[in-house]
Each structure stands twice: as structure tokens, then as C-alpha cells.
């Protein structure tokens, strides 16, 4: 069954520094989105994107944030200049009929 | 803003027993998504339903999307431990674009 990869699936940084998170959405899907999750708690929609672009992003996704699809096949999130408060699981998800979540990036920030 | 609730927060039942999680927007929805996470996990897409008053069934579990687009239940009959998680339903913006997630039921199953 096709999956959606997440690459690092930890990471640590210190705050202050740029991380990307990768991702390898399924291939023949159309649209792509990113979602964070604090620990313990709902699953949060950052931005959306269809077609080399951003088609909506929630208020969370500041200028602190940007999304890329630098070659057709990843679909990277980069955060710059870390904070505490950005540790939480990032999900990656693709569409198509349906909905496939990767298995999420767990970044900590110290 | 937009808003997705979910009923209970917290469900604790016997193995063998029912269990439902209720979702209300405070919006209407085009549609609404379940999805099932488990610990440590991913959310895992379980089903949309589109047309007000569906009713759709995956073994075990019935969906149901309410008249008025606004609300939207998941039953698990006779419940097992491999049903342990929390279950979110998510429902689109006006745009579709973004999604909004239920605050969640997590779901403890006792053998």
C-alpha cells in the first residue's frame, strides 16, 4: 500500500537554528499538507498546497515557516529560528481519495 | 473561527462493550473525515461522508453524518483491544483547503 515518508523521524535542535522536514508524499496525489501535534493533544493544520503552491495556510503558519517542493517527489517544511514552542510531532499528509498521514517527525527543541 | 468539538474527551470501556465519540462544528461541513491514532502513531484515514444523514459501516464501526452538516458520530459495537487510540473526526474549510480537527475521544479498552 503506498505510503506517505517522513524523514528524520527525530529530530533536536537547539533554539534559535533552521530545521527542514521532509517528506515524500504518494506519487500520483495532488494535493499536500502539514500538520503539527503537541503532545497530548488535536491534530493542527499549518498549510495546504496544490499545484507548486500554497493553497491555505492557518495562522500558526507565520513567516517563521515555509513550504517547498524543490523537485516533484519532496515536499519539505522548513522553520527558522526554532522555538521551545515548536516542539510537537509534524505530520506530513497527502490527498487523493483519501488521506495518508507519514509517520511524522518528532521535533524537540532545547 | 471554525470550530470542531468532540464528546467525550476520555472513554474507558469493557472489552465487548460499545462505545461511541460524537463530533459537532460549529459550522456547516461539506464533508467530515474519521481518523484513528493510535499511541504513539499516526492518524490513519478511516472514511469521509459527504451526503447529510449518511450512514456507512466498516465492520464494526458505523459513521454517521448528521442532517444538518454540522455533527457527525462514530459506534465501535462490541469493542476490542485492538480499538484502543483516539479517534478525531476533521471537517474542511469553506475553501477545502484546510482541515479542522476535532479535539478527539481517546479510547481505552479493558480486557
Known amino acids: 500500500e503506498p505510503e506517505v515518508t517522513q524523514t528524520p523521524s527525530h529530530q533536536v535542535t537547539q533554539m534559535g537554528q533552521e530545521v527542514i522536514l521532509r517528506c515524500v508524499p504518494i506519487?500520483?496525489?495532488?494535493?499536500f499538507y502539514w500538520y503539527r501535534q503537541i503532545l497530548g493533544q488535536k491534530v493542527e493544520f499549518l498549510v495546504s498546497?496544490?499545484?507548486?503552491?500554497?493553497?491555505?495556510k492557518s495562522e500558526i503558519f507565520d513567516d517563521q515557516f515555509s513550504v517547498e517542493r524543490p523537485d516533484g517527489s519532496n515536499f519539505t517544511l522548513k522553520i527558522r529560528s526554532t522555538k521551545l514552542e515548536d516542539s510537537a510531532m509534524y505530520f506530513c499528509s497527502s490527498g487523493g481519495l483519501g488521506y495518508t498521514f507519514g509517520s511524522g517527525t518528532r521535533l524537540t527543541v532545547v | 473561527g471554525q470550530q470542531v468539538m468532540q464528546i467525550p474527551q476520555y472513554q474507558h470501556v469493557q472489552e465487548g462493550e460499545d462505545f461511541t465519540t460524537y463530533c459537532n462544528s460549529s459550522t456547516t461541513l461539506s464533508n467530515i473525515q474519521w481518523y484513528k491514532q493510535r499511541p504513539g502513531g499516526h492518524p490513519v484515514f478511516l472514511i469521509q461522508?459527504?451526503?447529510?444523514?449518511e450512514v456507512k459501516k466498516q465492520k464494526r464501526l458505523t459513521f454517521q453524518f448528521g442532517e444538518a452538516k454540522k455533527n457527525s458520530s462514530l459506534h465501535i459495537t462490541a469493542t476490542q483491544t485492538t480499538d484502543v487510540g483516539t479517534y478525531f473526526c476533521a471537517g474542511p474549510s469553506n475553501t477545502g483547503n484546510q482541515f479542522y480537527f476535532g479535539t478527539g475521544t481517546s479510547l481505552t479498552v479493558i480486557p
Open positions: 498546497f496544490y499545484n507548486n503552491e500554497i493553497s491555505e
Open positions: 461522508l459527504v451526503k447529510s444523514g
Open positions: 506519487s500520483n496525489h495532488l494535493y
